[in-house]
């Protein structure tokens, strides 16, 4: 009898010494929850990504070449920096349930804009103007602007860094159009992120807007 007690206290101790380690490993994974977010992004980047770092990135759903995924910010940077050259390589989503819809409504869209281009044919209707135009880009000034952004270190959006670029990229271009009351230059904010965008407008002469 004494041996099934002792047995019993035994089992006992041992729950209450192994509950908080479980307590510990919930909350652990809570939190790295809580620095993951959604977006979309191209399955064949999500699987090259979830390869090296499974624990950083979960495929919600895929469809037709793209996924919902939710990833952390960490995978986002190893994504942009490791599996693509350039750009992020996701789009930021608010929930689960607008990442899964986003992938439905981009294969719509696609399909739609194939079966467009398929009923269209372009030509170029003006030779010598875009032969000229073409003569005027200096690739020396395209190298130097590369190089510029890329002293920033980083451009990812969460960092203080984007913004700058933003923002001098923006009084660059106002030095450029300096003296044209045709161009226009503006900070435009978003709602899913701190990194603003910088965008000129040249107003045409035949059809304004």
């Not at 037709?64 to 350039?86: C, I, R, T």
């Not at 981009?106 to 209707?125: D, G, H, Q, R, V």
Request: some cysteine; glycine content about 2%.
């Amino acid at each position: 009898m004494k041996t099934l007690q002792l047995t019993m206290l035994s089992m006992l101790f041992f729950c209450m010494a192994l509950k908080p380690q479980i307590s510990e490993s919930q909350n652990s994974q809570s939190l790295e929850k809580k620095d993951m977010f959604y977006a979309t992004m191209q399955t064949q980047d999500a699987k090259g990504l979830q390869i090296n770092h499974p624990e950083a990135i979960e495929i919600i759903k895929s469809f037709n070449g793209h996924s919902a995924v939710m990833l952390s910010h960490h995978a986002a940077e190893e994504l942009h920096h490791k599996v693509l050259v350039h750009g992020p390589g996701f789009i930021y989503e608010a929930s689960r349930e607008n990442a899964i819809a986003a992938i439905y409504k981009s294969s719509l869209m696609a399909s739609k804009e194939a079966n467009n281009k398929a009923n269209l044919t372009y030509s170029i209707t003006q030779q010598p103007l875009v032969l000229q135009s073409l003569d005027l880009v200096n690739n020396l000034n395209i190298a130097n602007q590369i190089q510029e952004l890329e002293s920033y270190v980083t451009r990812y959006h969460t960092k203080n860094s984007a913004a700058q670029a933003v923002f001098d990229l923006k009084t660059k271009w106002e030095t450029l159009a300096s003296g044209r009351t045709d161009v226009s230059v503006r900070i435009v904010n978003h709602t899913s992120t701190s990194m603003p965008s910088v965008v000129m407008t040249i107003t045409g002469s035949e059809n304004p807007r």
